[in-house]
């Protein structure tokens, strides 16, 4: 167990709906990372927030939306959602950089 | 911007001892990780190298030369549960960037 925390780990929906995936960090790290995994695909990196500010941004698409909060959890939406969508997200966190926390992944299947 | 890359797949046997390279470009370098990750579960943390040389962790060993943007991981011992994919990810000024990773399958 990374002490990593996120909700869901399965979702289902419809093409054109939104979801908001949930990331709880371990306790006291102030960095937040999103990743997007397709299925046999690298991890792509989508967006970072440091103690709830916009830290890097990756190859994250105008339809995804992504916050943390002053409790440092981590919320990313995704809207408009396509078949394309679907694919593990994972979060993970880090105290200092010099060592990365994942946590279980996201499953989330668009239909 | 940052680039790695790592082979996609290799293959070796159970017993034996298997190296997997990456080499990076980045305009900023502040560490070198190699996660492992099994099908559909989370990658877990297998090693950091910020300065060069040879980093040694039971089974698993990295190595890192800045001069040259390359590492490798070097896997002793080899064991069925071995079978994975292995990423190299680099730190730079801002983000944590991963390689496509490099399938390992290991046979009896």
């Known amino acids: 167990d990374s002490g990593v925390t996120q909700t869901p780990k399965h979702l289902i929906t419809a093409t054109g709906q939104r979801v908001t995936l949930r990331c709880s960090p371990r306790?006291?790290?102030?960095?937040v990372y999103w990743y997007q995994q397709s299925l046999d695909q690298g991890l792509q990196f989508l967006i970072q927030?440091?103690?709830?500010?916009?830290?890097a941004k990756g190859n994250i698409l105008e339809r995804f939306s992504a916050q943390q909060f002053p409790d440092l959890h981590s919320e990313l939406n995704l809207s408009s959602l396509e078949l394309g969508d679907s694919a593990l997200y994972f979060c993970?966190?880090?105290?200092?950089?010099?060592?990365?926390?994942f946590g279980e992944g996201s499953w989330l299947t668009v239909v | 911007g940052q680039n790695i890359d790592q082979p996609t797949e290799m293959t070796a046997t159970e017993g034996a001892i298997v190296q997997i390279n990456c080499t990076y470009q980045?305009?900023?370098?502040?560490?070198l990780f190699w996660y492992q990750q099994h099908a559909g579960e989370a990658p877990t943390f297998l090693s950091y190298?910020?300065?060069?040389g040879l980093e040694e962790k039971g089974r698993f060993s990295s190595f890192l030369s800045r001069s040259k943007g390359y590492s490798y991981l070097l896997l002793k011992e080899l064991q069925m549960k071995d079978s994975a994919s292995y990423l190299c990810?680099?730190?730079?000024?801002?983000?944590?960037?991963f390689g496509t990773g490099t399938r390992l399958t290991i046979i009896p």
């Open positions: 306790s006291g790290d102030l960095s």
């Open positions: 927030y440091y103690n709830g500010e916009e830290r």
């Open positions: 190298n910020v300065l060069d």
């Open positions: 980045t305009s900023g370098f502040n560490g």
């Open positions: 990810a680099v730190i730079g000024p801002e983000k944590l960037t």
């Open positions: 993970a966190s880090s105290p200092a950089g010099n060592t990365i926390y």
